[in-house]
């Protein structure tokens, strides 16, 4: 078990080394990683951006800030002076000090620079450099001073990447802070290709991602945060009008197959991505897709006002171009089995079938009654464009994203009158407020603190909705505060069509059967966190189906792990950059990634970019597309506000 030493990322120095009395100040987060066996086992050292974590007091801190600074160096850009000859002049310094050739005035020459370095960088990268410096500097000084009278250490093997907070606040690790600088150079071509290296549904997340990495971009601690996700369709946008002008340029290497073949199963962002990283390791991959059409729950699910179904074919294709080859209506269970895979020669499976059967209300009236759906179904069969028009009215019974974008379907196809009932407030409700907001703006109304008791139907179809007012007690499990209804309170919501959106899951009813497949208590396959291996061997399981209801970006990043794992099963592939990248996030997952603290510098003024969008009126009885995109000129002024945050974390 490490045990932490000395502490300083994003807290007053704390541990052993600082004051024998002060372990209870090392903030919990961190000792739970570090302390309980989460983290690397020969983990010696952390240094980065928040500060220093010692876990190993053999690690030489000055030895350890020139293996820093080496790094700092290799990886400034260069643009701006401070940075590129201050961090020169500091890895000088720290060389001559480690080498038992340093001066007594280096030690206040060092904190003079990092100074100079933060106050006249150019973007957050030389801004970065400064708190490890000074940290070492303050709480390191006998080691400091040993050196400088002649002391020599060994240097220390380490790993680092170089990360901005966006870039970690995305699941898939998008390089988001590069396509965004490329946007503000007007490099269309290579943004999108940025955007797409580590995700085939770019174009998808431009325009439907929750983007979490906008929740950690650093420019929220001088404004609003950057539009990133906006700006991944912008470029996505581009790369569309040159294809339609057939100017596309995309010619990725084509699959030669001689790898093995290896079935995915479902044609969603955990699938998509999983087969296309495949093939391009030359992997024959093949895609068997239930459905009709392609791209899992962000065709069956998302309505085509948030998510054009071009937009999605398009992914899909770009995903053949890779020679993936894809079948629809081609279901595991219904048209073959697992045995039948292994025996064709197929040598690895990769189940992504997502999480797609809705769950029913369980109130009295529900199955006697035509005119009640739950959400799944009801986007399927829009999707689907077979959609039978059920009245004028409709209830909608849920909080979450699919709730909202089951009442505004509805207002988009013409029907009048659309509610949403939810028993908790509007502050508990999980779906985005923006898209809540969205919502309201069309007509949708909202009626919280209100469950529903009882379908009321007449000659077996719905014709209203019994519900009960309820009010917030204690907290549940979930933190949020129980709903406890309010006796005697029942009302009566008048509705032609009733639709449930309260949960979605995996549909197993086939998998139940396979014998020695391991399914879990939370309905979902059973596997291992790191390698997505299921209890079956050669079979792999990722994205919704793997963790219960998520999100587009959280399966391409399952579906990026499963390839990867799949490659190492089969081949034994090596993946050295992903795994380290794996690695060092979950140290800075534990560390806390940003501050609201941080020093940010060379802001550029401008406001957050307003994405335009169809009037409400003109969104009624159709599905058109309602936001309508950044300009080029829009977006490369919204690339403007960025601050490129990139900075180093490395371990020893
Ligand atoms: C209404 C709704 C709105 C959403 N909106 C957003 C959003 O705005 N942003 C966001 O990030 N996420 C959103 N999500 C969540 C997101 O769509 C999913 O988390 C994501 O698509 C999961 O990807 P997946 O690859 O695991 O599975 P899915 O995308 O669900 O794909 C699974 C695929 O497997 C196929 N399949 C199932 N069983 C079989 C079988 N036996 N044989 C062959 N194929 C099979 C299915 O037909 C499907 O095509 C939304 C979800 C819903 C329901
Ligand atoms: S300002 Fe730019 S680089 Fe910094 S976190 Fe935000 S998007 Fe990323
Ligand atoms: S995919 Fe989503 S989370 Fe990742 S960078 Fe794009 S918008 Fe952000």
């Known amino acids: 078990m490490a045990e932490i030493l000395f502490d300083s990322w994003f807290v007053n120095p704390c541990g052993k080394l600082v004051d024998e009395q002060s372990a209870e100040k090392i903030p919990s987060a961190h000792q739970k990683f570090f302390q309980n066996g989460k983290c690397p086992p020969d983990l ?238 030359d992997y024959d991959v093949t895609i068997f897709e239930a459905a009709p059409v392609v791209g899992g729950t962000t065709h069956l699910g998302i309505p085509a006002y948030r998510l054009p179904r071009d937009i999605v074919n398009g992914e899909i294709e770009q995903v053949q171009e890779y020679g993936v080859t894809v079948k629809t209506n081609s279901a595991l269970g219904r048209d073959f089995s697992l045995q039948d895979l292994f025996d064709q020669g197929f040598k690895a499976v990769f189940l992504a079938i997502g999480a797609m059967k809705g769950k029913k209300l369980g109130i009295p009236g529900e199955d006697e009654n035509e005119g009640v759906l739950d959400a799944m179904e009801f986007l399927r069969r829009v999707n689907l464009g077979d959609e039978t028009r059920l009245g004028r009215k409709v209830i909608v019974i849920g909080g979450g994203n699919s709730a909202v974008d089951c009442a505004r379907v509805p207002l988009h196809l013409g029907y009048e009158d659309v509610n949403i009932v939810y028993r908790r407030t509007r502050k508990e409700m999980p779906a985005s407020p923006w898209e809540v907001e969205e919502a309201e703006h069309e007509g949708v109304k909202l009626h919280f603190l209100a469950a529903p008791v009882r379908v009321i139907g007449k000659n077996g179809k719905v014709v209203g909705l019994e519900c009960i007012r309820m009010e917030l007690g ?71 189906v793997a963790t219960g209801p998520q999100s587009v970006i959280a399966a391409v990043q399952s579906g990026l792990q499963a390839a990867v794992s799949i490659d190492k099963y089969l081949n034994g592939g090596t993946h050295a950059e992903f795994e380290r990248l794996q690695r060092l996030r979950a140290i800075v997952n534990a560390l806390g990634p940003v501050d609201k603290s941080e020093y940010c510098a060379g802001t550029s003024g401008l406001k957050r970019a307003q994405m335009p969008a169809l009037p409400p009126k003109e969104r009624i009885g159709n599905l058109d597309e309602v936001e309508l995109g950044f300009s080029e000129q829009a977006a490369a002024a919204e690339a403007e506000r960025c601050m490129r945050c990139y900075r180093i974390i490395m371990t020893a």
């Open 44 to 281: 010696k050292a952390v240094i980065g951006w928040g500060g220093i974590v010692l876990l190993n007091k053999d690690v030489c801190i000055v030895q350890l800030m020139v293996k820093f600074f080496e790094q700092v160096q290799a990886k400034s850009c260069g643009r701006c002076f401070p940075c590129r000859v201050g961090s020169c002049v500091i890895l000088d310094t720290l060389r001559r000090i480690a080498a038992g050739e340093g001066r007594a005035a280096d030690l206040d020459l060092l904190k003079s620079l990092a100074a100079d370095v933060r106050n006249g960088a150019l973007c957050g990268f030389g801004i970065a450099m400064e708190k490890p410096l000074v940290d070492a500097l303050t709480n390191f000084k006998a080691e400091f001073e040993a050196h400088l009278n002649g002391k020599k250490c060994e240097a220390p093997a380490t790993e680092s990447i170089m990360i901005a907070p966006c870039n970690f606040g995305c699941p898939a690790t998008t390089d988001a802070a590069r396509y965004i600088e490329l946007i503000r150079e007007q490099k269309f071509n290579q943004s999108i290709d940025v955007a797409r290296a580590p995700n085939p549904f770019a174009a998808i997340c431009g325009r439907a991602c929750f983007h979490p990495c906008e929740k950690l971009c650093k420019r929220s601690n001088v404004d609003e945060p950057i539009s990133i996700a906006y700006l991944k369709r912008a470029v996505s946008d581009y790369e569309k009008k040159l294809i339609k002008q057939k100017q596309f340029r995309l010619k990725p290497h084509k699959s030669t197959g001689e790898k093995g073949k290896v079935a995915v199963i479902g044609s969603g962002p955990a699938g998509a991505t999983c087969a296309r990283e495949l093939a391009s390791w």
């Open 474 to 544: 204690e907290p549940d499990a979930s933190g949020r505060r129980r709903p406890v209804e309010v006796k005697g309170s029942e009302f009566t919501i008048d509705t032609d069509l009733i639709i449930a959106a309260v949960s979605q899951a995996p549909d197993l009813d086939y998998f139940r059967k396979i014998q020695g497949l391991g399914i879990s208590k939370r309905e979902t396959f059973e596997v291992d966190p790191d390698t997505l291996q299921t209890t079956l061997p050669g079979v792999f399981a990722g994205g919704d």
